[in-house]
């Protein structure tokens, strides 16, 4: 699978992509792949400010833990709260 040209990628394995005036972040099919399977996902609150290339959260697996970094700077108006009871929902639209 090629990589979306309408995705911007940060060499950790994060992407952005523009929706709407937002960016939306998410991890690379790569990234997830070298994970496996995914148990935990620690993602910022809404209103904190992340900056771009700082650690803004992190995924565990049943390999590891990897931090989240910020592939830009900005403040976080939504997360995906549907990954607190379900985090293998991170894999669900891999990029």
């Known amino acids: ?11 950790e ?3 952005v992509k523009e929706e ?3 960016l939306r972040i998410g ?15 620690e993602l910022p609150e809404v ?3 992340i900056a ?4 803004f959260g992190s ?8 931090e989240l970094y910020a592939p830009v700077s900005g ?7 549907e990954l607190e009871d379900s985090p293998e929902l991170v894999k669900r639209f891999p990029l």
Request: no cysteine.
């Open 13 to 15: 394995h994060e992407w």
């Open 1 to 11: 699978m090629g990589s979306p040209k309408e995705l911007k990628y940060s060499k």
């Open 75 to 81: 403040k976080v108006v939504e997360i995906n709260e």
């Open 52 to 55: 771009v290339n700082e650690p």
């Open 59 to 66: 995924v565990e697996s049943v390999k590891t833990v990897s």
């Open 20 to 22: 709407t005036g937002n």
């Open 47 to 49: 209103g904190d400010e």
């Open 27 to 41: 991890i690379t099919s790569f990234a997830q792949d070298e994970l496996g399977d995914i148990v935990f996902v």
